[in-house]
Nanobody
Framework: QVQLVESGGGLVQAGGSLRLSCTDS??????MGWFRQAPGKEREFVAA????????KYADSVKGRFTISRDNAKNSVYLQMNSLEPEDTAVYYC?????????????????WGQGTQVTVSS
């Protein structure tokens, strides 16, 4: 059973940092991504990284503050979040798809983690 497991969420003050991790128990090569869902809002794309790590993409709202990376030896992807703002408060979901372009599109992704809560206080 292929499974994505996230960790690293928590409560942080505005301006602080958190690092999210996601481990993929599957064996196939996949592009990975992060989405988030704030209360009362739809789930939105945050960042994506190709299997090789050579390509990345970010939502405009997080550019310059968040960094996505991966360690294929550990089957893991990370989201380093700096300069956090209250607007970043959401449940963050790890996503996986064979194609880099597709892992950025919410309705195409079929493999999701369970989500981890990030709360940024003002």
């Amino acid at each position: 059973q292929v499974q994505l497991v996230e960790s690293g969420g928590g409560l942080v003050q505005a301006g602080g940092s958190l690092r999210l991790s996601c481990t993929d128990s599957g064996r196939t090569s996949k592009a990975m991504g992060w989405f988030r869902q704030a209360p009362g809002k739809e789930r939105e794309f945050v960042a994506a990284i190709s299997w090789s790590g050579s390509s990345t993409k970010y939502a405009d709202s997080v550019k310059g503050r968040f960094t996505i990376s991966r360690d294929n030896a550990k089957n893991s992807v990370y989201l380093q979040m700096n300069s956090l703002e209250p607007e970043d408060t959401a449940v963050y979901y790890c996503a996986a798809h064979p194609a880099f372009s597709s892992v950025q599109i919410e309705h195409i992704v079929q493999l999701w983690g369970q989500g981890t809560q990030v709360t940024v206080s003002s």
